[in-house]
C-alpha cells in the first residue's frame, strides 16, 4: 500500500483515526495501541502478507533479547541480537549479490536464494539495533510490548523513515496526553501531509516522466549532452521531491494521531558542502551511521588517516545499505572520498588562517554550486542500472557521445529551471510551519527566516486557538484536487524511490 493509493486514503487512514481517538477517548488506550498497530501491519502486508511473518519474528526476537538487555546488560547478548538483525539483513537483501560477486570474481557459478526482500528491511533493521545499543546502554525506559511493536510498526515511518530511536517517540506514547483529541494536530497534520502528496504526485512524478527513459535507455542508446543534463537534473529533482514528500507526509500523518517524527529532510540541495549535505539528507540515517558505525569505530580520535578511513567505511556501508548493487556502492565511495577531500580542505584552511564557519556571501554561494554538482554527478551513478550506463551517462555529461537531444520531453523539460529555484531558495515545509513545531527538534528559532516565513502565515494562528476547522476548505479541496489529477494521470500507484530500500 502506498499513501498516495485511494484504499489508504479514503480506507484504511479514515479508519485507523477514528478508532484509535475512538478506543483512546473511552480510556482504552491499549487497545488503541492495538488498533493503529493493525492498521499498520494491514498497510505493510497490503503488498505480500508473508513479509509479516519476517517482521513479527524479528520483532518478538529482538524484544526479548531488549528485556535480557535491560535487566542484565551483556556485550554477548548485544552481539547476539545485532548479528540476528545483520543476517536476517544480509540473507534477505545481500545473499544473491554476494553469490554472484563471488561468481565474478572466481569463474566459479554459484546457487543462488529465490528470496523476495521484505518490503523497508534495511529501515527497520537499523531501528532495532539503535534500540537494543541504546537499550544497553541503559538508555531506554522500561515499557511493555505493545509499546515496543507501535514503535518499530507505526506505519507513517514503517517503509520509507525517518529511523526512529526509541528517545523519538515510544515517551511521547506512553505519556498522560497520548491520545486525546486536538483539532489543531489533525489539520495541521493533514495540512503538512497534503503538502508532501502534492510534491510527490505533481513534482516527483513529472520530473520521472522525462528521467525514466533517459537512464533506462542509457546503456544501448548513450545520452548526448543535452540529453545526459535534462535526465540527470530530472532524476535529482526526482528523488529530491519524492523523499521530501514522503518526509513531509510521514510527520503529517503521525502528527494527525498526536505524534512527533524527528525532521528527516531539510532543504540539502541548499547545502554548501558535502558534510553539510548529509547533515541534511536523510538525517536520521546520517545520526545513525555517526553514532552507532562511526564513533564506535574510533570517529575523529585516533588521528587523520583513521578518521578518513573510518568515513570511507562508513559511506561504502551506507551506499551498500541503500540496495545490492555495485552502483550503490559506487555511489557511497563517491561520498565518502567527497567527504574526506571536504574534511581535509577545511582542515587546511583553518590551518591557513581562514574562518571555514562564516564564509562571504560570494563563497558560499561558489560552494554551493560546486557541491549541488558533486551530488548531481552521484545521483548519476546511484540511478545507473549497472557499471556500464553509469559510464555512458557520465560520458554525456562531458559531451563525449555528442550533443544530442532526441529523447528530451519538452513539457517536463521546461519544469526543470523553476523546481531548481524552489530546491535552492524556497522554504521547505517545516520552515514555513515552524512557529507550531511540525516537527522534533525544529522549532521557530531554528531558522531566521522559519520566523520571517511564519509572520506571514498569521492564518495558522487557528490551530493555537484549536479552530482549525477554518482550515477544512484549504486541505480537503487541495486534496481531493490533487487525488483526482493524480488518478487521471494514473500516478496514485507510484512508489516512492526510498520504499525499495
Given at each position: 500500500?502506498?499513501f498516495?493509493?485511494?484504499?489508504f486514503?479514503?480506507l484504511?487512514l ?6 484509535f481517538?475512538?478506543?483512546?477517548g473511552?480510556?482504552m ?8 498497530i ?8 497490503w503488498?505480500?502478507?508473508?513479509l509479516l511473518?519476517?517482521?513479527?519474528i524479528s ?7 531488549a ?9 554477548t547478548?548485544l552481539a547476539?541480537?545485532i ?5 536476517l539483513?544480509a540473507?534477505?537483501?545481500?545473499a544473491?549479490?554476494?553469490l554472484?560477486?563471488w561468481?565474478?570474481?572466481?569463474g566459479f557459478s ?23 545499543v541504546d537499550?544497553?546502554?541503559?538508555q531506554t525506559?522500561?515499557h511493555g510490548f ?9 506505519f507513517?515511518q514503517?517503509?520509507a523513515?525517518?529511523?526512529l ?7 511521547q ?5 497520548f491520545g ?6 489533525l ?10 502528496f ?6 516527483a512524478?513529472s520530473?520521472?516522466i522525462?528521467a525514466?527513459p ?5 546503456s ?5 549532452l543535452?540529453?545526459a543534463?535534462?535526465?540527470?537534473l ?12 514522503y ?7 503521525a ?6 517524527l524527528p525532521?528527516n ?9 558535502i ?8 538525517m536520521?540515517l ?6 552507532y558505525?562511526y564513533?564506535p569505530?574510533g570517529?575523529?580520535r585516533?588521528g587523520?588517516?583513521?578518521r578518513?578511513a573510518?568515513v570511507?567505511i ?5 551506499g551498500l ?6 552502483t550503490?556502492v559506487?555511489?557511497g ?5 567527497f ?7 577545511r582542515?587546511?584552511?583553518?590551518r591557513?588562517g ?8 560570494w563563497?558560499q554561494?561558489?560552494?554551493r554550486a560546486i557541491?549541488?554538482?558533486?551530488v548531481v554527478?552521484t545521483?548519476?551513478?546511484f ?6 550506463s ?6 554525456g555529461l562531458?559531451g563525449?557521445n555528442?550533443?544530442?537531444a532526441?529523447?528530451?520531453d519538452?513539457?517536463?523539460?521546461m519544469?526543470i529551471l523553476p523546481?531548481?529555484a524552489i ?11 515552524a ?6 527538534d ?7 527566516r522559519?520566523?520571517a516565513?511564519?509572520r ?8 493555537e486557538?484549536e479552530k482549525?476547522?477554518?482550515l ?7 486534496a ?8 487521471a494521470?494514473?500516478a496514485?500507484?507510484?512508489?516512492f ?5
Amino acid at each position: 500500500m502506498v499513501f498516495t493509493q485511494p484504499v489508504f486514503l479514503f480506507l484504511l487512514l479514515p479508519i485507523a483515526l477514528i478508532g484509535f481517538y475512538a478506543f483512546a477517548g473511552w480510556g482504552m488506550t491499549r487497545t488503541a495501541i492495538v488498533w493503529v498497530i493493525a492498521a499498520s501491519l494491514v498497510f505493510y502486508g497490503w503488498w505480500n502478507w508473508w513479509l509479516l511473518g519476517v517482521l513479527a519474528i524479528s520483532l518478538f526476537v529482538n524484544f526479548g533479547l531488549a528485556r535480557r538487555l535491560a535487566a542484565a546488560p551483556s556485550s554477548t547478548t548485544l552481539a547476539l541480537g545485532i548479528a540476528f538483525n545483520l543476517g536476517l539483513l544480509a540473507y534477505y537483501k545481500y545473499a544473491n549479490f554476494a553469490l554472484a560477486a563471488w561468481t565474478d570474481l572466481t569463474g566459479f557459478s554459484a546457487m543462488t536464494f529465490n528470496v523476495a526482500l521484505p518490503l523497508a528491511i534495511s529501515f527497520f533493521t537499523f531501528q532495532k539495533i539503535a534500540y537494543l545499543v541504546d537499550t544497553y546502554r541503559g538508555q531506554t525506559m522500561r515499557h511493555g510490548f505493545l509499546y515496543y511493536c507501535l514503535f518499530i510498526t507505526f506505519f507513517p515511518q514503517l517503509v520509507a523513515g525517518p529511523i526512529l530511536r526509541h528517545a523519538d517517540t515510544i515517551p511521547q506514547c506512553v505519556s498522560d496526553s497520548f491520545g486525546r483529541f486536538r483539532t489543531s494536530n489533525l489539520f495541521l497534520g493533514a495540512l503538512i501531509f497534503v503538502i508532501g502528496f502534492d510534491k510527490k504526485v505533481f513534482l516527483a512524478d513529472s520530473m520521472a516522466i522525462l528521467a525514466n527513459p533517459i537512464f533506462d535507455g542509457a546503456s544501448a542508446h548513450p545520452p548526448g549532452l543535452l540529453d545526459a543534463w535534462s535526465g540527470a537534473l530530472a532524476y535529482t529533482l526526482q528523488l529530491y521531491f519524492d523523499f521530501s514528500g514522503y518526509s513531509d507526509m510521514a510527520i503529517g500523518l503521525a502528527r494527525m494521531f498526536g505524534i512527533r517524527l524527528p525532521v528527516n529532510f531539510n532543504s540539502p540541495y541548499k547545502a554548501t558542502s558535502i558534510i553539510d549535505f548529509w547533515r541534511r539528507w536523510h538525517m536520521t540515517l546520517s545520526s545513525f551511521l555517526r553514532d552507532y558505525l562511526y564513533v564506535p569505530l574510533g570517529g575523529n580520535r585516533k588521528g587523520q588517516f583513521r578518521r578518513y578511513a573510518n568515513v570511507m567505511i562508513v559511506m561504502l556501508l551506507g551506499g551498500l545499505w541503500h540496495g545490492a548493487g555495485w552502483t550503490f556502492v559506487a555511489w557511497g565511495a563517491l561520498h565518502g572520498a567527497f567527504l574526506v577531500i571536504n574534511h581535509g580542505f577545511r582542515d587546511l584552511r583553518r590551518r591557513l588562517g581562514h574562518d571555514v564557519d562564516h564564509p562571504t556571501r560570494w563563497g558560499q554561494a561558489i560552494a554551493r554550486a560546486i557541491t549541488f554538482l558533486a551530488v548531481v554527478i552521484t545521483w548519476v551513478v546511484f540511478r545507473a542500472e549497472d557499471g556500464a550506463s553509469a559510464t555512458a551517462f557520465l560520458r554525456g555529461l562531458l559531451g563525449l557521445n555528442g550533443f544530442g537531444a532526441s529523447q528530451l520531453d519538452g513539457t517536463a523539460t521546461m519544469w526543470i529551471l523553476p523546481l531548481l529555484a524552489i530546491a535552492w531558495f524556497g522554504p521547505n515545509t517545516q520552515e514555513i510551519l515552524a512557529r507550531h513545531a511540525p516537527a522534533l527538534d525544529f522549532s521557530e528559532g531554528s531558522d531566521l527566516r522559519a520566523r520571517a516565513m511564519a509572520r506571514w502565515h498569521n492564518w495558522i494562528d487557528a490551530f493555537e486557538r484549536e479552530k482549525a476547522y477554518v482550515l477544512i476548505p484549504f486541505v480537503s479541496g487541495s486534496a481531493v484536487l490533487a487525488i483526482f489529477i493524480a488518478m487521471a494521470r494514473g500516478a496514485v500507484s507510484t512508489e516512492f524511490i526510498y520504499m525499495i530500500f
